[in-house]
């Protein structure tokens, strides 16, 4: 056994129980409280405690102060000042929850708890009530925090940008009705993905999209190198009348699921196998070749399905024109529906949501968490970057 072991466990046997051993901790973090705001008294008054005070202001005893942290309810001494200028940083005046609870508080809604179960949690862990309106001010204050984080200034130029809808139910005039939380992630010339946004609309349009995009214009992005987005009525030309020279490429995945609504079951697995070969092709031309195979086996029968691929046929088959590396990120939106369903299991305990607010707010975290491990770039960026470059020189300067 390691010495460290040894002395870990002789430690532990002072305490007959976990509550002796929480109630030390609590101590030991009363403690660590009093001498921080003593040392934030110090640097205050330009002095430290038992030095010579220079004329004007200096110490004048403490103030007993109630506090909440994850070890229960702890009475702390806070130093003050003659002047009373002394405004402490880690317990704030009028507040008695130390920032380490109001963390816990905020991630457990991260999470999906609701406000009053975060209320029994609490109860339950640290012993002390805190009543749902003080956790709902604390949850409010991310409000704030998402404000300023939908406004920030974004990068010149994006690599690719995709875009996806994720719909919540929300109350409104006392019926509840879906609601749809736009979201954008780009990916910036370092390789690595961001979140450039939420917007939250009634329901999913192109009118919206064109919003969205002349937002993200306005906060910096003058260019675009290519979109993925679904299929959506109007969204293409949405793009182009804001990033008019982005390449637009429609999700292949929504594209078979679209085309597949049209055929019925027995015949949808051979259908598959044919549409499967135009997105598979090599190129354009040999991808054009499989849809006229497609449309002289299927276009009697399902000619929906198969204009589907043709009235689209541009966007859909954009990927092609890039290298292989390229393609397996750009041809589907499935980096922005594995963040949605991050979301959504973040989400899940909430049937509804009371306000436009609390949705967002609720996303907002669940971005936030979701997104925490976004730290490195995206796989093979070192190629991909240089493919990007040579196909797109005079756009993408680095």
Not at 50 to 68: C, I, Q, S, T, Y
Not at 178 to 190: H, P, Q, S, V, W
Not at 213 to 235: C, H, M, Q, S
Request: aromatic share 10%; proline share 3%.
């Amino acid at each position: 056994m390691k010495k460290e072991d040894v002395l870990s466990n002789d430690f532990l046997k002072q305490f007959k129980n976990g509550e002796e051993l929480y109630a030390f901790l609590g101590q030991l973090q009363k403690r660590g409280v009093e001498a921080i705001l003593e040392g934030e008294l110090d640097n205050h008054l330009g002095f430290e405690k038992h030095g010579d005070a220079p004329e004007g202001n200096f110490r004048n005893g403490h103030l007993r102060k109630k506090v909440r942290n994850q070890y229960g309810e702890i009475e702390i001494q806070v130093p003050r000042d003659r002047n009373s200028t002394f405004e402490p940083v880690l317990v704030p005046k009028r507040k008695n929850i130390v920032d380490g609870i109001e963390n816990i508080i905020i991630s457990l809604y991260a999470k999906g708890m609701s406000v009053s179960n975060i209320e029994e949690q609490i109860k339950d862990l640290y012993h002390f009530e805190i009543s749902s309106s003080a956790i709902s001010r604390i949850t409010d204050r991310v409000s704030q925090d998402a404000i300023v984080w939908q406004n920030r200034p974004l990068e010149r130029v994006y690599c690719i940008v995709w875009m996806d809808g994720i719909v919540f139910k929300v109350r409104e005039n006392s019926k509840v009705v879906d609601k749809t939380i736009y979201l954008a992630i780009g990916l910036r010339i370092d390789g690595k993905k961001e979140v450039l946004g939420l917007w939250l609309g009634k329901n999913e349009s192109a009118s919206f999209w064109m919003n969205v995009l002349t937002e993200i214009k306005a906060r910096g992005v003058e260019d675009i190198l290519v979109t993925a987005t679904d299929n959506l009525k109007g969204f293409t030309e949405a793009i182009r009348s804001v990033f008019p020279l982005s390449t637009k490429q429609i999700c292949i995945v929504h594209q078979i699921r679209n085309a597949c609504r049209f055929v019925v079951w027995k015949d949808r697995k051979p259908f598959a196998a044919d549409m499967k070969k135009i997105y598979t092709a090599p190129n354009r031309d040999a991808a054009h070749l499989a849809l006229e195979h497609l449309e002289s086996i299927w276009g009697a029968k399902y000619s929906y399905a198969v204009k589907s691929w043709k009235e689209n046929w541009e966007e859909l088959t954009a990927f092609l024109d890039f290298p292989l590396e390229i393609r397996k990120i750009i041809y589907t939106t499935n980096i922005i529906e594995n963040l949605n369903g991050k979301i959504r299991k973040y989400t899940k305990n909430k049937l509804s949501y009371p306000t436009d607010e609390a949705v967002i707010k609720s996303v907002f975290l669940a971005i936030m968490e979701a997104t925490k491990k976004w730290t490195s770039p995206i796989r093979d960026w070192g190629l991909i970057l240089n493919q990007f470059i040579i196909m797109f020189e005079n756009r993408l300067i680095i």
